[in-house]
DNA sequence: TTGTACGCGTTATCAT
DNA sequence: ATGATAACGCGTACAA
């Protein structure tokens, strides 16, 4: 028999009881349900009827363990710390891309954490998302062979994963920090100072590298004591900044690697009186930006192009699983404001 | 037969290969992957090995379908705007707590727009979330009697559901204006300001009566003409904040309802040449808000507490779905910087 | 045009 | 202590 008639049964109706109320088989409401050919019109009407009086729903969860595809039509999306703007951003055109295609995200943080990456991965996987879109931490994503050898495809945002070849979208780090390199030689700055994080991490290493090419490219060579790097919070940040303007001579511009770095120098070159004097680009663009005096200039990341790159590959995958690997490059953009176009006077 | 033995079977290996491989019934697999009693424990061993070795894990999808609670350990979260730094702090405060409950969350964006909020509400309807938590919009959450009739709670955050009584969190919206205008008083201003949104906004409406409230409180009246609402973009906010500080006599100091209203207020303040002097207390943190100059005091949201509140009142019900309903008011956090503490002078 | 039987991977029942 | 078998809600193969 079906099921219990007490009305305060808290089940969703199922596709049986509209068959029993529509008075069909099973199969030709699912027929109904699913578009296929070869009903009736007034039994549909009939099972149409029924499934609006029912308020039926079809559970979709029932359905994809039994579709050909198996296809949950959810996607896994870790990043490092959601409450972060660009994570958020990020997860944003993600979230859009993927509801474009009927898609759902489930989202988790890993707070860099590769273990509490790892356990993500696995409680996606066991909850069968189709795909798996990771902004990496750690030295070690071979863990993934396990997703990707039971059809779970990848793709790496952000930073490129190790150890596991994938599709990747990543930014223009290294062209940003150069081009605000060469902005700040347009306005006759040469002692440019950069603040970054650990080398360690992908995108700090690839802005320095910017940073040194561009350098190098003006004026031969790159001053090792205007650079600094390995810095972990804002503190740091603001100490270096310190440190590194206390020099004789002192750098005539800035270059802060990210949003911690700026946080940290801008608050230093306060202190020292000298925030309308040196010139300063930032990487990251930051809420009211234009609202600091001088407003801020910045290498803005294209958050959009970037979480809907990664969607795209993912998607792209899994509709040609065996296409080749291919990591996409987003343009980053200099917002001039005011701050970077301070001239190297005094 | 169980499957074939192909070794390219993209499929994940079941219990059932885990039964065979350990030369076991399937239930015996089952006791010892829930903790079972009743499994001698060199079986156990034998098991576990089989596990260990196929790479087994277990389908919760199939396991949720099947078990008695029917719960899928996933909830559901829609707010308006993922990319808004508010929303976003707020889902990371959810994923936290769900976390620890080892729940995964799924996250979908409304814009505001109440049929999309329908539309998500179906999707994780019918991927059998155990839980809901919304930031409403529009005026009627009515259709919601549906997702409670099939056991799923419902919890609403940042503003009440329409139509729809459920557990509820919102911030001290109006306690925090009051707050403000106290503070502003406390330094000698008597003509102070009002830009918020529009009033069919829960949070912008709560805001402006703690506004007049306390406005009341001190001088028996709030004077109409500094107060403007319905300022649906920065821009409105700029018009109207010139307009405002264009009248004779002009307020002395401003509350901003929200990050809007804030940035065109700023921005009018700076073109106006009274950034300085007008003291300015703004709803919302932001980024960076002491890299302002003046810093900008604040009327902060405890959005972790927000988030943490929600997911708690989500949980609790799923524990006890009788309990009356509950409505928690999170305390917000005036953040003394410069721009609140600048006196009325002149 | 329609319905029956089976299978998906798991847990629940009940026997052994 | 263990396992055969039903059941969950649905799609699919195939028979009617």
């Not at 994503?141 to 059809?151: F, I, K």
């Not at 700040?184 to 650990?198: M, V, Y």
């Amino acid at each position: 028999m079906a099921r219990t008639d007490d009305p305060s049964d808290r089940r969703a109706p199922t596709i049986k009881d509209v068959a029993l109320l529509a008075e069909v088989g099973i199969k030709t409401v699912s027929r109904v349900l699913n578009d296929e050919p070869g009903v009736r019109p007034e039994t549909r009407d009939r099972i149409l009827k029924a499934v609006e009086s029912l308020g039926y729903r079809r559970n979709e969860i029932a359905s994809s363990i039994r579709r050909r595809d198996r296809r949950t039509a959810s996607i896994g999306l870790i990043v490092e710390d959601l409450a972060n703007p660009f994570a958020s951003s990020v997860t944003r055109a993600i979230q859009d891309f993927a509801a474009a295609r009927s898609h759902l995200v489930l989202v988790g943080s890993s707070d860099g954490d590769p273990a509490r990456e790892r356990t993500l991965v696995q409680e996606f996987g066991s909850r069968l998302v189709d795909g798996l879109i990771i902004v990496p931490s750690g030295a070690d994503q071979s863990y993934l062979d396990y997703e990707r050898a039971h059809g779970v495809p990848v793709v790496f945002v952000d930073r490129p994963g190790k150890r596991f070849k994938a599709d990747t979208v990543v930014s223009e780090n290294a062209g940003g920090t150069a081009e605000a390199v060469r902005h700040l030689a347009a306005r006759g700055h040469e002692r440019i100072a950069f603040l970054g994080d650990r080398q360690s991490v992908y995108t700090a290493a690839q802005r320095l590298a910017g940073f040194k090419s561009a350098m190098e490219a003006l004026h031969g060579t790159a001053d090792k004591r205007y650079i600094r790097t390995g810095l972990r919070d804002s503190r740091q940040a603001h100490d270096a900044a310190v440190e590194v303007f206390g020099l004789d001579p002192a750098p005539t511009a800035l270059v802060c690697g990210n949003n911690l770095a700026t946080i940290g120098a801008v608050h230093a070159l306060q202190e020292l009186g000298i925030r309308d004097r040196v010139a300063c680009i930032a990487f990251d663009d930051i809420e009211l930006a234009d609202l600091l005096r001088p407003a801020l200039t910045v290498i803005a990341q294209d958050t959009a192009a970037l979480g809907a790159g990664a969607a795209r590959l993912l998607f792209d995958r899994l509709d040609e699983p065996g296409a080749p690997f291919r990591r996409t490059t987003v343009p980053v953009r200099l917002v001039p404001r005011e701050s970077g176009e301070i001239p190297a006077s005094a």
